[in-house]
């Protein structure tokens, strides 16, 4: 069911629209391959960065 909004020009739905930064979904992503991978080498190899990057950002969101 999907309406149309004149004021925004924009579809709505019945549905909750989830939005977040680029920052907030970088951060989530971060947290899920810490979560899993077997050590900070194989997290970084899998977010495609190198592991001082990857400190950078965990120090950046309180990850360390």
């Not at 629209?17 to 970084?44: F, K, N, P, Q, Y």
């Amino acid at each position: 069911n999907t309406e149309h909004d004149e004021e925004t020009g924009s579809a709505s739905n019945d549905h909750a629209v989830v939005t977040m930064t680029v920052e907030e979904l970088e951060e989530r992503h971060i947290r899920r391959v810490l979560a899993t991978a077997g050590s900070l080498d194989e997290a970084a190899k899998s977010l495609g960065i190198d592991q001082t990057t990857l400190y950078r950002r965990r120090k950046r969101y309180g990850l360390l």
